[in-house]
T-cell receptor, first 114, second 116 residues
Framework: SQQGEEDPQALSIQEGENATMNCSYKTSINNLQWYRQNSGRGLVHLILIRSNEREKHSGRLRVTLDTSKKSSSLLITASRAADTASYFCATAPSGSSNTGKLIFGQGTTLQVKP | DSGVTQTPKHLITATGQRVTLRCSPR?????VYWYQQSLDQGLQFLIQ???????AKGNILERFSAQQFPDLHSELNLSSLELGDSALYFC???????????????FGPGTRLTVL
C-alpha cells in the first residue's frame, strides 16, 4: 500500500522558475528520501532527510520535513529542461515496521519547458 | 551511476515461464531490497535481505522468491509468470551500518519484464 501522497500529480513550469512538490505520509518515520526517475528508467537518489532534521539543502534542491504534520516538500530552484522527470518521496517507517524498506508515493511528474 | 548493477536490462518471456533477475549491490552495502514498479500499483517493496538473511517481506507473491548469496549479490526468481507480472523490477542497496532504515538506498537501473 502507498504511504505517501504527492501533490501535485503533475506540474508544468518554464525554465528558470522554481518547482515545489509536496509529500504527505501516514506513519512515524526514520527518514524520508526523494528520488528522480526519467521516463521509466532508474531511480536516482536526490536527498535523505532524517526525522530529527527540519531542512536540508543539496545544490538547487531544498527539502523540508514537518513530522508533526507528516509532510515534506521538495523545492527545485532555477529549474532546467533537464529537470523534467518524475519525482518520488519515499519513507522509511520507524518502530515495529522498521526494516529499512521504503514506502513510495505515487510521484509528481514535472515538465520544465525551455 | 549508483553502483548497483542489475541484469538483464530487458526480459521478454511467455506466461507460465520462470525467470531469474540478478542484482549486485554497491561495494560494502549489506542490505539488498527488491521493488516492483507497475502502472497500476506504483513502486512496491517486495523483499529485503541483510547480509545473507531475509529481513522483511512486503507485497511479494508466493510465486516469487529471492535469495542473497555469500558474496552479497541477490537473485529474484519469478515463476508461473502471468501477464500482470509485467513490470520494472528494481534492486536497491544500502550500507545499513547503523541499522535498518537509517541510510540512503541506491537503486539499480532495473529489469523490464514483459510477459506475453
Amino acid at each position: 500500500s502507498q504511504q505517501g501522497e504527492e501533490d501535485p500529480q503533475a506540474l508544468s513550469i518554464q525554465e528558470g522558475e522554481n518547482a515545489t512538490m509536496n509529500c504527505s505520509y501516514k506513519t512515524s518515520i526514520n527518514n524520508l528520501q526523494w528520488y528522480r526517475q526519467n521516463s521509466g528508467r532508474g531511480l536516482v537518489h536526490l536527498i535523505l532527510i532524517r526525522s530529527n532534521e527540519r531542512e536540508k539543502h543539496s545544490g538547487r534542491l531544498r527539502v523540508t520535513l514537518d513530522t508533526s504534520k507528516k509532510s515534506s516538500s521538495l523545492l527545485i530552484t532555477a529549474s532546467r529542461a533537464a529537470d523534467t522527470a518524475s519525482y518520488f518521496c519515499a519513507t522509511a517507517p520507524s518502530g515495529s515496521s522498521n526494516t529499512g524498506k521504503l514506502i513510495f508515493g505515487q510521484g509528481t511528474t514535472l515538465q520544465v519547458k525551455p | 551511476d549508483s553502483g548497483v548493477t542489475q541484469t538483464p536490462k530487458h526480459l521478454i518471456t511467455a506466461t507460465g515461464q520462470r525467470v531469474t533477475l540478478r542484482c549486485s549491490p554497491r561495494s560494502g552495502d549489506l542490505s539488498v531490497y527488491w521493488y516492483q514498479q507497475s502502472l497500476d500499483q506504483g513502486l512496491q517493496f517486495l523483499i529485503q535481505y541483510y547480509n545473507g538473511e531475509e529481513r522483511a517481506k512486503g507485497n511479494i507473491l508466493e510465486r516469487f522468491s529471492a535469495q542473497q548469496f555469500p558474496d552479497l549479490h541477490s537473485e529474484l526468481n519469478l515463476s508461473s509468470l502471468e501477464l500482470g507480472d509485467s513490470a520494472l523490477y528494481f534492486c536497491a542497496s544500502s550500507v545499513a551500518a547503523l541499522g535498518p532504515g537509517l541510510d540512503e538506498q541506491f537503486f539499480g537501473p532495473g529489469t523490464r519484464l514483459t510477459v506475453l
